[in-house]
């Protein structure tokens, strides 16, 4: 079975800082590793996925994520944090990168960037 | 070029009622799948619709129901609602063999 593990409820960091999300996978198969972004009252948005190749995988707005199969992690990462970023993050691992897919979520981190 | 759309945007429904979100996906897109996010939770997957016909689906009882339209669009049907079923409830689009989905902004249900 799938499963996404975030073991950050809530990530506290100053504007300007680095930032990181972190996020745990359990797959059986290869893993195909989503990061989405959710404000208040609104749906998801995607930054970036990982589906093979370059263990570094550059998304929007700045984001990064490096994937680490020994470690079977996929951490969110941004140079320099912006009062924007705040919002709430979602790590995701689909089981079937073709065949009617779906999404396991992990339970989310809510990012706070203070000026 | 729309994204996904969601309606309507919040409902307020009182147990034992019957419910139905709806949801038209992105431009181009012919596979729909509706997640339930409840408060302080990651969304889960209910159902996913590819051809008008349900292609998957996640550990929902049966009182969760859906229909894809020929203009892919589609609905989110669920009867005798209970207070658990209080929730965010998503769609997302995608081409059936697309790495990536968009979600549209929700459907807020509130059971009192």
């Known amino acids: 079975a799938q499963s996404v593990a975030q073991p950050e409820d809530q990530v506290n960091v100053a504007e300007g800082n680095p930032l990181t999300v972190k996020c745990t996978y359990s797959?059986?198969?290869?893993?195909?590793l989503f990061w989405y972004v959710q404000y208040p009252n609104r749906g998801l948005q995607f930054l970036l996925k990982?589906?093979?190749?370059?263990?570094l995988v550059k998304g929007s707005y700045g984001f990064e994520a490096e994937f680490n199969k020994s470690q079977t992690s996929f951490h969110l990462k941004k140079p320099s944090a912006l009062v924007s970023d705040s919002a709430l993050y979602f790590c995701?691992?689909?089981?079937?990168?073709?065949?009617?897919?779906?999404?396991?979520f992990g339970s989310g981190t809510k990012l706070n960037v203070k000026p | 070029d729309a994204g996904v759309t969601q309606s309507p945007t919040h409902l307020i429904k009182t147990r034992g009622q019957q419910v139905t979100l709806r949801c038209s996906p992105k431009?181009?897109?012919?596979?729909v799948s509706w997640y339930q996010q409840a408060l302080g939770q990651g969304p889960q997957f209910i159902f996913q619709?590819?051809?008008?016909?349900?292609?998957q689906r996640g550990n929902f009882p049966d009182r969760f129901s859906g229909h894809q339209f020929p203009n892919y669009s589609s609905e989110l049907n669920v009867n005798a609602l209970l207070l658990g079923d209080s929730a965010l409830y998503l769609c997302?689009?995608?081409?059936?063999?697309?790495?990536?989905?968009?979600f549209g902004q929700g459907t807020r249900l509130t059971v009192v």
């Open positions: 997302a689009s995608s081409l059936p063999r697309n790495t990536e989905a968009f």
């Open positions: 797959v059986s198969g290869n893993p195909y």
């Open positions: 990982y589906i093979t190749g370059d263990n």
């Open positions: 995701a691992v689909r089981d079937d990168l073709y065949n009617f897919n779906k999404f396991y």
């Open positions: 431009s181009g897109h012919d596979t």
């Open positions: 619709y590819y051809e008008e016909e349900e292609r």
